[in-house]
Each structure stands twice: as structure tokens, then as C-alpha cells.
């Protein structure tokens, strides 16, 4: 029973036989082999335009050099407070960027509030040296914790950004996810709200190591390929990872995957909303679930194997959780059986 | 008849095999895996010692990381010339530990002299802020131009750091070739002669891409977590990382794989100097070979599918090439063949 | 009536008096003169130890270098949520410290709860390369908004730095204002409270432009000289700042003019509590009064002439402001007449 | 008899006064007072045009956040090997740009030849991110080594910046000696031969610490104030800045100032020549003399009092000092008596 990360899965047995197919003869090097120009084709239909694709070698790094691709000095990215950006990459946006600052936005569930997110914006007096000045907006699709924007959400999220001037990047370590929920296409969830740069994981949904940063515009990608050296993200060998992705796109593959996950994770929250033990934090809509339940219950159910993370309670969401209670993520991911999630269920029954 | 890189090859079939073999299960993410804790073993048993060990995901990465890990405000790092570090990073080395700087060094056939060295460390007055300090020693081996240190010649830049409190770093993006062209154990090139840090890769000799900084003295290690996090060189599912490592290493096949390369290369210089039109440019001893020939000569070798690579003279061997020559670099691989090597010494004879 | 900031104010005429009085003459440069030895004398002698002492240009740099003198890879600082450092350097710790962050801490009127600032820290996990890690912690006194940590509070933080490993700096922007009403000395207000690095703010209170880093222990100071260069904040003509600081410390100056402020602030107060139109938001202790009045007092006070900024309310006193009320700050400094305040007085009574 | 640099002397009486004038009342701080917009309006008629002016604390700031206007990812500026950015700002240029990199161009007598530059441009090719690429490039005038470009030469290196793209920096920390010595305007010195950005120093001619970076087109200068601030160098009572360039202007202060160095400088040149002991090692154009003479004489001026500095030969001169002799620098300035010059006259005669 293995809910703690879909980093904790392995590749998908198509993307496994994808690289051994690839592995002999030769192909140049950086990104300029025949196999990586496919690719990069392969994004822009799937995009349904011209996008420019970065590959580089961890989420971390493509939300970082999303962040560095619109740095300015003094510049401040706003991101919701849970984001991943501003609490579990180890500086490295800030660092990346030679020294941007991420601010907080406050939200219900996992998202920025278009409230919020306008006062914070506001809150930074035009030219006001002292105080620094917006520079970006991220949003993260799916959630760090299992929710979704929903389009029209997006859309208010980019429209405010319009207003102020602000590029509007996506956080999509999930990507998949929050796409087969949402039953949209790519260009339908990124480029027609207003998303101009996507962090697009692959990782996480049955590759091993395949992240790529996607500017919906190549005219602002410009600078990107010094951005990504100077950063040691460019893969000599970068056909390793574009190799990856084609079997990851193929016959939609990656759909498939995402599809999988999510739905495991549906039959996972319906065991938990029959427990009695347990009970949903807030409805997942992608691939992780979160339950509260109390701490005794989530020894006993490691000690009988199961494998989770205890999760400390979103800020908007602490209230949810009572003192001799624990909240718990557990992940879903392509490799999830449902025998897995039925013998958990049969042990919170 | 490839000669443009090493990192043109692609990976050799035992290390794509084991990347499979590790494709299903789960597995702790972020290094902590049963199997990178094996390959962290197998690194103590080829260096005769505990070290610590951080994979990255480019030879640019570990140098850089490398090169952060004994980062002073205003500190310079000491190189060759010609040195990877200096001349072919983009800056990473300058960015990725926040402002340092390379100080070049000359020296013949791609080797800092020693009197050259003493003489820049000397340059630097102890305390004087204008002109900054030095933090450290960098060395190539194998060089970029396909020479060797010596051991003793190693010893020899280490004792001189010593004196100067300067750590050595070892650029081992061709470990491999160096080890098996001096007949040497991985300790004997290293920590043996004074060696601190190395760049040890793999990915040019065979893998897809498993790069690794290793310290010889895992107490000098205690910030590399989070300088590698903070630069987003963690990888997740870092087990495939550590999964090539293992085929690398099993029944030493990473040195019959760099004795191969070695040996092609030997053989073309055979070839080389059997011919009437080229003349090689110094002697190599690992996997690259340089040679001058007349420009209509490399065009014509273009033409007729030898591909490499025009090289820019190195500097303190500039003198070497005539007005209507040109400096030529042929690398040799796990994946070249004595077939490709005898087509294209037919090419010149 | 000038309430605007301390910093509209000009310097003191002794102060001016003693730049003219070294303006001839030669002197090394770069720190190095007999005025700034025996200014650094001096230091030693007010803070009853050996100190180690820094002039730079600005108190943004010297909190953002003070920052730098202890950052570690992936390293925060823990502040108080409104401290400069966080709110008004634009910045330039995150940018200074190489990409260093800074991880608010609330507590009511100005200053860090202990409880609060605990949490804080155990935030943290050990090891946890994904959140960062503490690298210090940094007290601004007095407050941003003129209030004061007392003795033992301090002393209660950095007792919890010191169990933690975090060196303690304070923002000594009006240090002098400070100290002259705790009626303490400057070693019981830093270093035998556990004081590591100060902030020497001399600016605000009768300087042109005096502000020095004060290492409690020189040895901790190593790098300074590095950091400092790199950083552009080395003056050459450093003896101009050792001129102000000279007649700055002369005969008590620097505490007579805070005295002279904080009395100031201290009649202004009187006045507020007897008018009927504006109240004190808190309690002052130092030489900024923050009070609550209508908007239209406020704008009416604004046409007679009374200079003075309206306030964003602080995070943990926001509920303290009306919707129809407004903040305002009103500094008091060396140069502010004690009929100016009777005037303002006149106007609010 | 001090000549060891022009940073060891003080103020001149009429900036020191206008300090002293300006000490008392009220001014809004950072820049935005009445007397800082009154200076910069003198910079406009000074260069003859709309220029943006930025006060900062130091030479090295004024430099490196020059390279920070113009930074962009993997960039490199190109100076002269002996250029102060290069060796003598303690590593700031890259520390203030977040890595950008420095490219020594070699010339005689300080200078860069117009060929070399050309060379070192063209050897970065285009979209080569392992290489980088170059950003800018920065002239010092009046060079590290007391000589001039002429204006032709400066127009030459400006022409080929303008098809490579490239904004041209001027550092000017001698600004003022080297205008006194060609006899042309501001205006002619810089934007009319095509310098974007310069460094104005007033410091080492007769202020206490005015220094400012000077855009030709203020176009160009939208990010600078964000950068100054981030980089800790805005000053709170900026019109003590302001002050000091006020009297700097006033009735060509400078001009004259600047001339008497100059002319000191010849002075001594009169007395080298005429020396049986001493020899100049080039002709010197403004306020810096370098001399050629025995280690012997070097030790016996110290001795007898006279202040100067020993100097590393620069790389393209270094031939002209032998083996048992010693080059000097002699700096005269503003507070340099002929009575002085002559008694070291008295000494080598």
C-alpha cells in the first residue's frame, strides 16, 4: 500500500522500452538530435501552436527557471502560501533567480483567492523601491493538496495578471492530473486562460526523470537557453529525456496514466468516506487524497503497512484538524493497483 | 565515422538493461532508496574509503556545485586555461555559487605548470579585498585536450594547495579514460595525490546521463544537501541515477568501456601518423585526439562523413597551427568501432 | 511640523562641524586611517569589549550584510513579519545573502512572541533540504513601530538561538533611541542579552551617513572584510564616517540627541491622549507615535502643514483601525522643536 | 609628499562648506528632495542632454551596478586586462550582476586595441550558451595607468559595440582628469562618441564619497532604481550627496581641480625626465605618473617621505622593467602642492 509520493513509483514499462530503443547509435548533443526536434513537434500539437520546450532535469528546476525567465530586480513572484515553490524547493527559486523574492497569497483548498491575490498586488505601491514590485503570478495545477482551479478561475487569475502586467506561469508538476479531471485539452487549461509558462512534469505520471518548461510564446523564451546552461540544467544527452516523452505522449499514453491515478484515487476516497474511522479533508479532485483521522488510527495503519505521509495542515484548512487528530496525504500514481486501495479499505472498514 | 563527442553515444546495453530492471516497484524518493544507499557503498569500495556522494544531473552541475561547496565571498578558483570550468560552463560555476570567480592559469598541452600556478596564488596578497582571494584548485583529468596529469604531477598541485589552504578539485568528466591510461586505482588519482573533490562522470563514457560529485572527506560534505537542493540538481526518482551507476560499475565495466575508447583512440592516432596530410598535435593518452590538418583537408574528410569537429588552438598552443590549417578534435567512445576508426584512416592515408 | 521620518532631518552641527574639521589633510584609505582605528577604539570602549566594526553606506546593507556574515545554503532568517528587513529593503538580504530567505514571525506591536518565534524553528525538520533550514534570527530594536523588546525578552530569544545554533542580529536602525529608554548600556542591550551582529544605525539620529556592522565577536567577522568589498560598501574616504561617529560618541552627543527625540515623542504623546480626535494606536517607547484618527483629520491635519506618513496598519494590530480611521506615524528626531509639537498639539487639541 | 593615491586626500574647502550649509532643516530623503533634483538637472546641462542620474556610495558600486543595468544571463563584459572591474572590485561586478563574467582584452598602455576587442567578441559565437555571451563592454578613462583614450578611439570601440549590439560603459572614477586633458566637453566625451552608461566619480577629485552612474538615455535606466536598492545602495539623506556635487559644479570647481592634478602631474613628469635616477615608464596624460627605477631608490624615497605605491607592471608593459628595478605609481590630486612636487624633484634629481 504505497501512498506516499508518486515520485516512489517507477517508469512505466513503455517509457522503460523507449529509452532501450534509443540507447544505441549516435545522436548530437544539447537538445539538437533529430529525436528532440520531434519532440518539441510533439508539444506544439499537443498545444495546438508554437510553444518553445525546455527540458531540464527536475521540477524544481523548471519552476525555478520559469521564475528566472520573468526575474526583475526587486521582483516578487506571488504564489498561493502552500505552493511548492515557495515552501519545498530549498530556496532555489529565490536562489536561480539571483534573489526574487515569492509572496504569499492566501486561499481556501489549496488556491489563491482573486481577492487576495488583488490586494497583494496592490500592496506593492508602483515604483516603490523599498517595497519591490510583482514580477510574476504562479498558480499550481494540480494543487499541492489534490484541488483544482477550475478554468474560469484561470481565466480571473490572467486577467488580473493583464492588468497588472504580470506573466502568469503554472505549476504543472501534476499536469495530467488536473487535466483528464477536467476533461479539457492542454491549450484549454494553459494558453486560452492566460497561462504563458508552464512547468510541465512528466515525473510524477510514469517517467523517470522527464520535466520540460513550456513558454506558450517562444518570443519570451528568448533568454532561456542561457538561463538553462548557466544553471546546469542542459542535458548533454538531452535525447534521454526527449525519448521519454515520446513514448509518454504516445497514443496517449500519459492520459491513460493520469486517468488511472485519478481514478484510484476516487475509489480510495470512496473507502474513506464509508469509514468510520476517517473522513475526507476536502474533496480531492486529481490524484492525492487527504484524510484526518485520529493519530492512533494512523500508527496502527503504518504498522500494518501502509505507506503515507502525516501532512502538516494547510494554513487556510488548520481549523479542520482536532489536536488528537492527524491529517494524511496519500498519493495515487499509474502504478497503484486496486487491490492496493481495496486492502486499505478493508482496513479502515 | 562519429568523432564529434563522446556525448554523441548513446548508452551501453548493460546500463539501459539495468535502468529497466529497476523500472517497476516503489522506491523512497530524493537518494534514499535501498539501491542509491548500494551505489553509495559501491563508491566507497572503489575509493578504498567512506566518501560522500551526490548525484547531479551534468558534468556543468557537479563542477559548479563542486566549486559552491568551497565558495568564499570574494573568492577565486584557480584553472587551466582551457579548463571546462572556465572556458564551456555559461557562467554556471560564476552563478551557481553566487559570484565566484575562475582565475586562468597556463601551461602546456592543457596542464596548469606548477611555477605558473605558485606564481597566481601568489598574485593574491593575503587580505587584500580588491584583488579577492583564492578558495580553491581545480584540475582536468583527462584534459580537455586529452593529456594527463601524472601522479605525481597531481601530488605535486596538491602539496602546493596545501600550503595555501586551497581544496583540490578533480574534474573527472573522463575519469575513466585517465584511470585506465595511467594504469592507476581511483584512490591513487585521487585522494592519494591530495585530491578533494571529484566531478565524476559517466554519462561520456557510456551512461545516459549519471553525473556525481564526490567527496573524499564526507565532514567537507555537510552543506552539499541543500547547496544541490537550492540549485535543483535533486532528483526525485534518483534511483535511476544510482541504477546506472550499478551496471557502471558491475564486473568493471566502466573501465573496459573507457579501455575501449582509449584503445580506438590509439589506434587512430596510428592511423594519423601513418598519413601524409595529418599531423597529430600532441601526443593524446585517453580518448581524444588532436590533430591539424589543411582546411581543404577537414572539408573534404566533412564531405566524405567523417564528422568531428574544428577546435580553436589552445592558447599556449596557438602556435602550433598555420594560417591555412586547422585544429581537428576526434573522440573516441564505448560505442566507436575499429571498423569506423580503419574507414577513416583510409580517409587520409 | 516635520514628522515625516528621522531621516528628513539633517546632521547635527557638531557632526557637520567635524567632517569640516577633517576635511584636510591626507589619510590612507580604506578603513585604514588613524581617525578610523581610533574610531573603532571607541566601539570597543561603548561596548565594553573588543568588537569588531564594519562601516557601510546604508542600514539596508548593513541588515542585508549581517544576513550574508552567517548565510548557509538553503538558509532563512526568522524575523518579526513587519521588520525592514522583510517589508522595506527591496530585497537586498535575499540579493546580498546570494538567495538567502527570510521567514516572517508574528507577534503583537512590532515584536517577535517567543512562542511564536519557536514554532518557527521547529518548523524546520533537521535536515530537511526541501524547507531550508534556519540560519539566524534577527530582532529590529526599537521596533518598526517604536516600541521596545525589554531586557530579559531578548535574552529569552537568544537563549532559544543559541539551543538552536542561530546567531542573533539586531537592527539597531535607532539603537540609540533604544537604548536611552531602556536606560540600559549598549553591552547590557546586546551582547550580555546574547547579541551576536548589530546593525549601528547613526544616520536617523544626527549623522549624514553613519552606519556600522558590529560584531560582538571578531572572530566571527572573518569574512566581513570580503563580504563588505564584493558588496560595493567599502568607502575609500572611510574617514568621513569615522569623522561623524567621532563627534557622534563625544561626550555622550549620540545619546543627548535620542533622549532629545524620545522626549519629544514623549510630549507629542501628551498631547494625543488629551485630544479628542485621535488616540494612540500603542503605546510608544521610543521616537515614533503611531495614531488612529478620522480620514478627514488626518487630510485636514495634512492642509495646516503637519508632515507625516499614513501607515499600513501592522499585521496583529490591524483590527485596531476603523474603516474610516486611518494610521498615521509621527517620527520625532534630533532636529524636531519642542514648539513644532505644541503646534501640532494646538491642531489635534 | 603624497602621492600614494588620490583617495588619501580629503574634501575640498568649498564641499565641505556646502555640507555644512545644507546640514540643517528638513528634506525628503532617498533621492527626492529639492536639492537632489536640482543636482540632477546640473547633470543635464553638464552633458547636455536628458540624462538619468543615480547617486551610489562607492566607485566599485557605481561600476558593477552599471554591469548589473546591462546583465543578462550567461553575459560577459569585455574591459581591459587591468581594468579595475577586472582586477580591483573584489569580485563585485559578478557578485552585484548575479554572475555575469568578465573578459580581459589585452592593449598597450591600458588600453584595449580595437583589434583585440574585435577578436574577443567574434570568439563568442552566436547562441553559444557554453560559451556566453557578451553583454557590454567598458572603457576607463582616464585609464588605471594614467592614460587616455582619445576621442576617435573611443568612437571606434562605441562603432563596434553599436553591430555587436553592445552598450558601452565608461568608467569614469577619473572622469574629470581626463576631460581637463583633452580639452573637449562632457558631451563629447561620452555620448557623442556612443558611451551609454558612465561612472562619474567625484570621490578621488575632491569629495568626500560622491559618486554616480550616469545613463545617456534614461530609456535605459528603468530598472535602476530597483537595482540600487536592492543593492543597498540608496541613501536615506541622499542630499548629502547632492551637496557635494552642488559645489563640485559650481563655477567648474571640478574643472579646476581636476586641472591642478593634471598639472601637478606634469610637474612631476618635468622632474623625471630631468632624472638621472628615475625614468617614466610611459607618458603620462592626467593625474597619474608611473616611473621605472631601482629597488635601491624606490627604498630610499620611502625613507626620505615620500608616499607611493609600488606597482605589478601591467601584462602587456611588464618587459619594461627589469629584473632589479621597480615600477611605481605617483598620483597627484587636488590638495597636491607644487612644493611637494618639487621636493621630491629635489629628491631623484
Keep these: 500500500m504505497h501512498f506516499a509520493s508518486d515520485n516512489w513509483a517507477?517508469?512505466?514499462?513503455?517509457?522503460?522500452?523507449?529509452?532501450?530503443?534509443?540507447?544505441?547509435?549516435?545522436?548530437?548533443?544539447?537538445?539538437?538530435?533529430?529525436?528532440?526536434?520531434a519532440v518539441e513537434q510533439t508539444f506544439n500539437e499537443i498545444f495546438e501552436r508554437e510553444v518553445a520546450?525546455?527540458?531540464?532535469?527536475?521540477?524544481?528546476?523548471?519552476?525555478?527557471?520559469?521564475?528566472?525567465?520573468?526575474?526583475?530586480?526587486?521582483?516578487?513572484?506571488?504564489?498561493?502560501?502552500?505552493?511548492?515553490?515557495?515552501?519545498?524547493?530549498?530556496?532555489?527559486?529565490?536562489?536561480?533567480?539571483g534573489g526574487a523574492r515569492l509572496h504569499p497569497v492566501d486561499g481556501p483548498i489549496g488556491r489563491m483567492s482573486?481577492?487576495?491575490?488583488?490586494?497583494?498586488?496592490?500592496?506593492?505601491?508602483p515604483g516603490d523601491v523599498h517595497a519591490g514590485r510583482p514580477m510574476g503570478v504562479s498558480v499550481t495545477q494540480s494543487t499541492e493538496i489534490g484541488?483544482?482551479?477550475?478554468?474560469?478561475?484561470?481565466?480571473?487569475?490572467?486577467?488580473?495578471?493583464?492588468?497588472?502586467?504580470?506573466?502568469?506561469?503554472?505549476?504543472?508538476?501534476?499536469?495530467?492530473?488536473?487535466?483528464?479531471?477536467?476533461?479539457?485539452?492542454?491549450?484549454?487549461?494553459?494558453?486560452?486562460?492566460g497561462v504563458d509558462i508552464l512547468s510541465f512534469g512528466g515525473t510524477k505520471?510514469?517517467?523517470?526523470?522527464?520535466?520540460?518548461?513550456?513558454?506558450?510564446?517562444?518570443?519570451?523564451?528568448?533568454?532561456?537557453p542561457f538561463i538553462r546552461k548557466r544553471s546546469a540544467q542542459l542535458f548533454s544527452k538531452s535525447r534521454f529525456i526527449a525519448a521519454q516523452f515520446e513514448a509518454y505522449f504516445a497514443d496517449g499514453l500519459w492520459l491513460e496514466l493520469a486517468g488511472h491515478a485519478n481514478a484510484m484515487a476516487a475509489r480510495l476516497c470512496g473507502h474513506i468516506t464509508?469509514?468510520?474511522?476517517?473522513?475526507?479533508?476536502?474533496?480531492?479532485r486529481a490524484n492525492e487524497v487527504f484524510a484526518i483521522m485520529a493519530k492512533d488510527t494512523a500508527k496502527n495503519l503504518h504498522e500494518r503497512g501502509a505507506v503515507f505521509y502525516d501532512w502538516k495542515p494547510p494554513y487556510s484548512e488548520r481549523h479542520l484538524v482536532d489536536e488528537n487528530e492527524t491529517l494524511v496525504r496519500l498519493v495515487t500514481s499509474f502504478a497503484t493497483s486496486p487491490e492496493e486501495i481495496d486492502r486499505f479499505g478493508e482496513l479502515i472498514a
Design 274 to 284: 464509508a469509514s468510520n474511522t476517517l473522513r475526507l479533508a476536502w474533496q480531492p
Design 10 to 37: 517507477g517508469a512505466h514499462p513503455k517509457i522503460a522500452e523507449n529509452l532501450n530503443k534509443h540507447a544505441s547509435g549516435f545522436a548530437s548533443a544539447y537538445g539538437t538530435s533529430t529525436l528532440d526536434k
Design 205 to 224: 505520471n510514469g517517467c523517470w526523470c522527464a520535466e520540460a518548461l513550456v513558454f506558450m510564446d517562444p518570443a519570451k523564451a528568448r533568454d532561456m
Design 53 to 97: 520546450v525546455f527540458f531540464v532535469a527536475t521540477g524544481t528546476a523548471a519552476n525555478s527557471l520559469a521564475q528566472a525567465s520573468i526575474a526583475k530586480p526587486a521582483g516578487v513572484t506571488l504564489a498561493h502560501r502552500g505552493a511548492h515553490l515557495i515552501e519545498d524547493e530549498g530556496g532555489a527559486p529565490e536562489f536561480l533567480t
Design 147 to 193: 484541488t483544482l482551479y477550475d478554468l474560469g478561475e484561470i481565466a480571473a487569475i490572467s486577467a488580473l495578471c493583464r492588468e497588472n502586467g504580470l506573466p502568469l506561469h503554472m505549476d504543472g508538476a501534476r499536469f495530467a492530473n488536473a487535466l483528464v479531471s477536467l476533461g479539457c485539452s492542454p491549450a484549454d487549461m494553459t494558453w486560452r486562460q
Design 114 to 125: 482573486i481577492d487576495n491575490l488583488k490586494a497583494a498586488i496592490k500592496g506593492f505601491a
